[in-house]
């Protein structure tokens, strides 16, 4: 499914330059100042420190400290081909920007634009782009006009094809990989699942049809034959360099020579798994579910499965989500925190008497603690026990959580704007001083350490 036409554009600065900055700290941009939309949907920071907006009409490249809005790219012809709605921005390793729309890929390798464009795949948006380490870069499509929540017939119809671009031509695979698959209203949105490259540089691609590997020169399919099932749900290389694949109905491991599948009969608790996830002793865990509910948290350690119940979790609600923190396993669910030594779970909010729930937007921070956030607070999981960092006055829906590179974090919410702790000192800005709207949908630093806020009517900028 290779793209139809391809042309060299120039790239025309076609419309205006705002000049940016002010004297404020905080400096808000919008349509009216810069921006080709105060709608806001992706983001990219690049390796030359050029800040770009996708938005559903064009893109907007912060640089040099001003603004360049650009809504189409005219080629030497004068015809103007409109950007339109911008769903990824990518940069591979020779610097080159991607910018995928609905439109088709504009590609700007520094001094012009490659503009592609293709025929056959109009009703399909770019959900994913990825590139290899041999610099092939990958692109993954997802059918938009698919038949999705139709409560009638009781399922959801998704569909998707993959193609790649080797520098020189487009790739297409007909027949080998992408196709559609029939899904129960709630499952999954999109017909492809996950991908990785594994260090023997295969390309594996996990689909509703199956599990595939491409060795550079042609697919290889695995599917129910192989596997549990051929609804896959996501791979993962192992340290032991072992391709673990999570489906619907259980879980398959390759060690090179063989699939060996672990199913209910082989001591996997709850077939449908959803998550897979390789801790720092090389135990795999999973999560499996029944009837779409959270059934078990499943181990796999020195050749055999243990499964966990939420009882002996101690855990209330789904487990979302599984950690590693120093030498324990923590998993989380939007209703607790439990940690694991190895012989026994301890429920950390009950033992920390944290009064709050609704627990989300959790990461890593660079310090090894684990930050996140509930109702009522923003926490910290230390070496010295979980703590209560902050606790807003009214409660919070947090929609975001950020630690920038000198260790502050940044709370964005939904109606109260963003919250920045550093330490016991708290700023606060909403739209009262200076935010363009109060809803944050995004936060992230470009190459000088600048903080930018994606908000629902626009973006500000904090030096």
């Known amino acids: 499914m290779s793209f139809a036409t391809s042309k060299i554009l120039p790239f025309l600065l076609c419309l205006f330059v705002y000049n940016s900055f002010a004297q404020n700290e905080l400096q808000t941009f919008t349509k009216g100042n810069g921006l080709v939309s105060s709608t806001i949907l992706v983001t990219k920071v690049d390796s030359r420190g050029i800040v770009w907006l996708g938005t559903p009409s064009g893109i907007s490249a912060f640089t040099s400290g001003s603004w360049v809005p650009v809504k189409s790219i005219s080629d030497n012809n004068g015809y103007n081909q409109n950007i339109g709605r ?20 504009f590609i700007f390798n520094g001094k012009h634009w490659t503009y592609f464009n293709d025929n056959e795949n109009e009703d399909f948006v770019i959900s994913d782009i990825f590139e290899d380490r041999s610099d092939r870069i990958w692109v993954i499509y997802e059918k938009k006009k698919s038949l999705k929540d139709i409560g009638d017939l009781g399922f959801s119809l998704v569909e998707g094809v993959i193609q790649m671009y080797n520098g020189f031509q487009w790739i297409k695979f007909p027949g080998e990989i992408g196709g559609s698959a029939a899904v129960s209203i709630g499952e999954a949105d999109n017909y492809f699942t996950s991908h990785i490259q ?8 996990t689909n509703l049809d199956g599990t595939y590997k491409f060795d550079g020169k042609k697919w290889t399919e695995y599917e129910k034959e192989q596997l549990p099932s051929d609804i896959c749900n996501k791979v993962i ?6 391709i673990w694949v999570a489906t619907k109905y259980g879980v398959a491991r390759n060690n090179g020579d063989e699939w060996i599948v672990y199913e209910k009969p082989r001591g996997l608790n709850g077939n449908v798994i959803v998550n897979i996830f390789e801790d720092n002793e090389a135990r795999i865990w999973v999560a499996t579910k029944k009837d779409h509910r959270f059934k078990y948290l499943c181990v796999f350690d020195d050749g055999k499965w243990k499964a966990f119940s939420r009882d002996q979790l101690k ?15 923590v998993a989380f669910s939007k209703r607790g925190i439990t940690s694991f030594n190895g012989k026994k779970w301890t429920n950390l909010v009950n033992k920390y008497s944290i ?5 989300a937007e959790l990461l890593l921070a660079r310090d090894k603690t684990i930050w996140f956030t509930g ?12 703590e209560k960092m902050y606790s807003p006055e009214n409660g919070w829906k947090v929609t975001t959580n950020y630690e920038s590179k000198k260790g502050k974090m940044l709370v964005g919410t939904e109606k109260q704007g963003i919250f920045i702790i550093d330490g016991k000192t708290i700023t606060h800005y ?34």
Do not use: C, H, M
């Open 86 to 105: 911008v769903t990824n921005i990518f940069e591979t390793r020779k610097g080159e920007i991607w910018i995928a729309s609905d439109k088709g890929i």
């Open 198 to 205: 594994d260090t023997e540089g295969n390309i594996w691609v």
């Open 237 to 242: 290389e192992s340290s032991k360099k072992e």
């Open 315 to 329: 855990l209330k609600g789904e487990v979302v989500r599984i950690l590693d923190f120093e030498d324990q396993v």
């Open 355 to 359: 009064k709050d729930d609704n627990f």
């Open 375 to 386: 109702r009522n607070g923003l926490y910290q999981l230390s070496e010295d026990g979980l």
């Open 430 to 463: 909403n739209e009262d001083n200076g935010l363009p709207d109060n809803y944050i949908k995004k936060t992230f630093e470009d190459k000088e350490n600048n903080i930018w806020i994606v908000t629902k009517g626009g973006i500000s900028l904090i030096k």
